[in-house]
């Protein structure tokens, strides 16, 4: 049985969730904040005036360290992680 994107993206989030131990307001403070870095280094890479990404990503690595996780930035997306090392993976985009 398919199911819609959106029902699919919410058992990601809730499992993500319950796995990583984080709390689901968190959680989509992190999505929505992860997002928004990436659109803002997205455009800062594509337009020629575009302003500067850093605010976006600041954003997302000051609420991420607020809730005990380190930041690295292989791409456009984030990789967290643990201060014991464990990997923590954001939901996938719909």
């Known amino acids: 049985m398919r199911h819609p994107k959106t029902l ?8 993500v969730s319950r796995r990583e131990g984080i709390e689901p307001a968190d959680l989509a403070d ?3 904040l992860a997002r928004r870095a990436k659109r803002a280094m997205e455009q ?3 337009v020629k005036d575009a302003p500067d990404s850093g605010p ?7 609420r991420a360290q607020a809730l005990g996780l380190t930041v690295t930035w292989p791409g456009l ?9 464990y990997r923590v993976d ?3 985009l719909p």
């Not at 699919?8 to 499992?15: L, P």
């Not at 976006?56 to 000051?62: C, I, L, N, S």
């Open 56 to 62: 976006a990503t600041d954003a997302f690595e000051a």
């Open 44 to 46: 800062e890479l594509c």
């Open 8 to 15: 699919e993206y919410a058992i990601r989030f809730a499992v």
């Open 90 to 92: 954001l939901p996938a």
């Open 77 to 85: 997306w984030p990789e967290l992680t643990r201060l014991s090392g």
């Open 30 to 32: 992190l999505v929505t």
